[in-house]
């Protein structure tokens, strides 16, 4: 399916601020960019730049004042997401360099913490995806979706306590279960046609018998029609925003809609939505 998706960003600097932007997505797997638009008001320099973990990234300096950011394109998405149960476990000694460093802890993901629930989790699966999806069953059964019960501290060891989150903390709880049973696990952000609130989406891939798997675990049913933004360790590496000074973000609007009017409903006007969801980064407090 053809989609078109996108986001505007009101922000209000109270200093020149250089911000680090991630709301490209860019060709690969599942997805093709057929259009996009980006806007900046005022007009600034942008300088672009691929991080490590190949993500598209723009960085600008925001003036003192009103600072906005539109973006959108037409992608076109594949309708369905591979599954494979019974996929075996790649050892670790067979993993690509690459994707090695996805088997670690990292900042909201304290997998050297959860090994006992991870093993219970997955007690009476084969090793590998039924592993991963066991888990993602897991948290979607046990673990409550609610906005306004996690911050941008909250980790994967917060929410195994709380049982409660937005999709960021499924995504980290996901991550950190399988890095304890040596599966790697990374986050990724973007896109879901028809989630429901709107909003910017989080979930996990897992790699398995080689490759890639994407699960989510705030969906009852493996959906595809996703847009895929990012990819990293977790939210501290896909913040949609980084921003390093005085800045307020005033209103975030995300839509997502079939690209054929035809197809599905009109186009709406855009959802606000919750910006903690999926995050940004504020360097300027994290450093206070």
Not at 57 to 80: K, L, M, W, Y
Request: with cysteine; charged share 20%.
């Amino acid at each position: 399916m053809q989609l078109n998706a996108g986001c505007e960003l009101s922000f209000e600097a109270k200093a020149p601020t250089p911000l680090i932007l991630m709301l490209r997505p860019r060709s690969g797997a599942g997805q093709w960019i057929v259009r996009e638009e980006y806007q900046i008001t005022p007009a600034v320099n942008v300088t672009e730049f691929t991080d490590m973990y190949g993500n598209l990234c723009q960085r600008v300096i925001a003036p003192t004042g009103p600072f906005s950011i539109h973006f959108s394109a037409t992608v076109q998405t594949a309708n369905e997401i591979d599954v494979a149960p019974g996929a075996p476990y790649t050892p670790v000694e067979e993993l690509p360099d690459d994707v090695l460093h996805y088997t670690l802890p990292s900042r909201y993901c304290q997998s050297d913490q959860l090994g006992d629930l991870a093993t219970d989790i997955t007690k009476e699966s084969e090793p590998g995806y039924d592993q991963a999806e066991a888990i993602r069953l897991w948290i979607h059964t046990n673990v409550k979706y609610q906005y306004g019960t996690s911050d941008a501290s909250t980790s994967a060891v917060d929410t195994a306590n709380k049982r409660v989150g937005v999709c960021r903390d499924f995504t980290h709880l996901g991550i950190s279960l399988c890095r304890a049973l040596n599966i790697p696990a990374r986050m990724v952000v973007g896109y879901l046609y028809q989630l429901d609130p709107m909003d910017l989406h989080a979930w996990f891939e897992a790699y398995v018998d080689g490759r890639w798997f994407t699960f989510d675990a705030t969906q009852e049913n493996p959906r595809g029609n996703r847009i895929t933004v990012a990819y990293g360790r977790d939210a501290a590496d896909v913040a949609f925003t980084t921003q390093f000074g005085p800045m307020d973000l005033n209103n975030m609007k995300v839509w997502v809609e079939a690209a054929d009017k035809d197809e599905d409903e009109k186009k709406p006007d855009g959802v606000t939505t919750d910006s903690a969801s999926v995050g940004s980064n504020n360097q300027n407090e994290a450093s206070q």
